[in-house]
């Protein structure tokens, strides 16, 4: 009660592993970086902003992609 499919429609397949909180560190350890990476620049602070705000999505969007990287991020930024 309350599954998607019925058990005989799910014979013969293996279930996914759930490597969520593996691509919460990566994302994490990846913009991190980037941040780290765009301080080392010594840019100004009106492009360095921005600029890391910008690899963090991008970081989080090719991460996602398969999930729908532009609604995960979406959600992740606390959109609905």
């Known amino acids: 009660m309350g599954a998607l499919l019925e058990e005989g429609e799910l014979e013969g397949f293996q279930p996914v592993r759930d490597r969520e909180?593996?691509?919460?560190?990566?994302?994490?350890?990846?913009?991190?970086?980037?941040?780290?990476?765009?301080?080392?620049?010594?840019l100004p602070a009106e492009v360095a902003a921005p600029l890391t705000t910008l690899t963090g999505i991008t970081v989080l969007v090719t991460l996602y992609r398969k999930a729908g990287g532009a609604e995960t991020v979406s959600l992740l930024l606390g959109g609905r």
């Open 21 to 42: 909180a593996l691509k919460t560190v990566i994302a994490a350890v990846m913009v991190a970086a980037a941040a780290v990476g765009v301080a080392v620049l010594r």
